[in-house]
Nanobody, 119 residues
Framework: QVQLVESGGGLVQPGGSLRLSCAAS????????MAWYRQAPGKQRELVAV???????VYADSVKGRFTISRDNAKDTAYLQMNSLEPEDTAVYYC?????????????WGKGTLVTVSS
Protein backbone atom coordinates (compact mmCIF):
# COMPACT_ATOMS: atom_id res chain seq x y z
CA GLN A 1 0.00 0.00 0.00
CA VAL A 2 1.41 3.35 -1.06
CA GLN A 3 1.67 6.00 1.61
CA LEU A 4 2.88 9.57 1.15
CA VAL A 5 3.12 11.54 4.37
CA GLU A 6 3.93 15.22 4.23
CA SER A 7 5.11 17.17 7.26
CA GLY A 8 6.86 20.36 8.27
CA GLY A 9 4.21 22.94 7.50
CA GLY A 10 3.20 25.73 9.82
CA LEU A 11 2.77 29.44 10.29
CA VAL A 12 5.69 31.60 9.22
CA GLN A 13 6.19 35.31 8.70
CA PRO A 14 6.91 36.75 5.25
CA GLY A 15 10.58 36.34 4.47
CA GLY A 16 10.85 33.27 6.66
CA SER A 17 11.78 29.69 5.85
CA LEU A 18 10.33 26.22 6.23
CA ARG A 19 11.49 22.75 5.27
CA LEU A 20 8.87 20.26 4.23
CA SER A 21 9.39 16.50 4.28
CA CYS A 22 7.67 13.74 2.35
CA ALA A 23 8.06 10.20 3.65
CA ALA A 24 7.16 7.57 1.08
CA SER A 25 6.40 3.90 1.61
CA UNK A 26 5.09 1.14 -0.61
CA UNK A 27 7.01 2.38 -3.66
CA UNK A 28 10.53 1.89 -4.98
CA UNK A 29 11.46 5.42 -4.04
CA UNK A 30 14.90 5.53 -5.61
CA UNK A 31 13.68 4.99 -9.18
CA UNK A 32 10.84 7.48 -9.05
CA UNK A 33 10.88 11.15 -9.84
CA MET A 34 9.23 13.01 -6.96
CA ALA A 35 7.19 16.18 -7.10
CA TRP A 36 5.81 18.79 -4.77
CA TYR A 37 2.47 20.41 -5.55
CA ARG A 38 0.47 23.02 -3.69
CA GLN A 39 -3.13 24.09 -3.56
CA ALA A 40 -4.07 27.53 -2.33
CA PRO A 41 -7.59 28.30 -1.09
CA GLY A 42 -9.98 28.54 -4.00
CA LYS A 43 -7.34 27.59 -6.57
CA GLN A 44 -6.35 24.49 -8.48
CA ARG A 45 -3.46 22.34 -7.37
CA GLU A 46 -0.26 23.44 -9.09
CA LEU A 47 3.12 21.88 -9.65
CA VAL A 48 5.88 23.48 -7.60
CA ALA A 49 8.99 21.36 -8.21
CA VAL A 50 10.14 18.00 -9.53
CA UNK A 51 13.31 16.05 -8.78
CA UNK A 52 14.41 13.16 -10.94
CA UNK A 53 15.79 9.90 -9.63
CA UNK A 54 19.27 11.20 -10.47
CA UNK A 55 18.81 14.49 -8.66
CA UNK A 56 18.08 16.88 -11.53
CA UNK A 57 15.30 19.31 -10.70
CA VAL A 58 12.88 21.79 -12.23
CA TYR A 59 10.81 24.52 -10.61
CA ALA A 60 7.76 26.63 -11.25
CA ASP A 61 8.72 30.18 -12.16
CA SER A 62 6.96 31.47 -9.05
CA VAL A 63 9.34 29.64 -6.71
CA LYS A 64 12.55 29.55 -8.73
CA GLY A 65 15.47 30.84 -6.69
CA ARG A 66 13.54 30.56 -3.42
CA PHE A 67 12.65 26.88 -3.12
CA THR A 68 14.95 23.85 -3.33
CA ILE A 69 13.77 20.28 -3.81
CA SER A 70 15.97 17.43 -2.68
CA ARG A 71 15.77 13.75 -1.85
CA ASP A 72 17.38 11.15 0.38
CA ASN A 73 16.97 7.75 -1.26
CA ALA A 74 18.32 5.99 1.82
CA LYS A 75 15.40 7.39 3.82
CA ASP A 76 12.75 7.25 1.07
CA THR A 77 12.15 10.92 1.76
CA ALA A 78 11.84 14.02 -0.38
CA TYR A 79 12.25 17.55 0.90
CA LEU A 80 11.26 21.06 -0.06
CA GLN A 81 13.33 23.86 1.42
CA MET A 82 11.36 27.08 1.16
CA ASN A 83 13.10 30.40 1.72
CA SER A 84 11.97 34.02 1.35
CA LEU A 85 8.40 32.93 1.80
CA GLU A 86 5.64 35.20 0.59
CA PRO A 87 1.94 35.36 1.49
CA GLU A 88 1.23 33.99 -1.99
CA ASP A 89 2.98 30.76 -0.95
CA THR A 90 0.19 30.02 1.51
CA ALA A 91 -1.26 26.65 0.51
CA VAL A 92 -1.53 22.99 1.36
CA TYR A 93 1.59 21.28 0.03
CA TYR A 94 1.51 17.73 -1.31
CA CYS A 95 4.13 15.34 -2.62
CA UNK A 96 3.80 12.44 -5.02
CA UNK A 97 5.78 10.26 -7.35
CA UNK A 98 5.87 11.86 -10.79
CA UNK A 99 5.77 10.50 -14.32
CA UNK A 100 7.83 12.67 -16.62
CA UNK A 101 6.36 11.01 -19.71
CA UNK A 102 2.77 11.47 -18.57
CA UNK A 103 3.46 14.78 -16.82
CA UNK A 104 1.39 13.68 -13.89
CA UNK A 105 1.42 11.95 -10.54
CA UNK A 106 1.32 8.23 -10.02
CA UNK A 107 -0.51 7.66 -6.74
CA UNK A 108 -3.43 8.93 -4.65
CA TRP A 109 -2.71 12.11 -2.77
CA GLY A 110 -1.77 12.18 0.89
CA LYS A 111 -3.21 14.64 3.37
CA GLY A 112 -0.68 17.35 2.65
CA THR A 113 0.83 19.86 5.04
CA LEU A 114 -0.47 23.40 5.47
CA VAL A 115 1.88 26.34 5.03
CA THR A 116 0.59 29.73 6.11
CA VAL A 117 2.68 32.81 5.41
CA SER A 118 1.36 35.75 7.36
CA SER A 119 2.49 38.53 9.65
Amino acid sequence: QVQLVESGGGLVQPGGSLRLSCAASGIIFSINAMAWYRQAPGKQRELVAVIGWGGNSVYADSVKGRFTISRDNAKDTAYLQMNSLEPEDTAVYYCNAYSVSRKGVLYPWGKGTLVTVSS
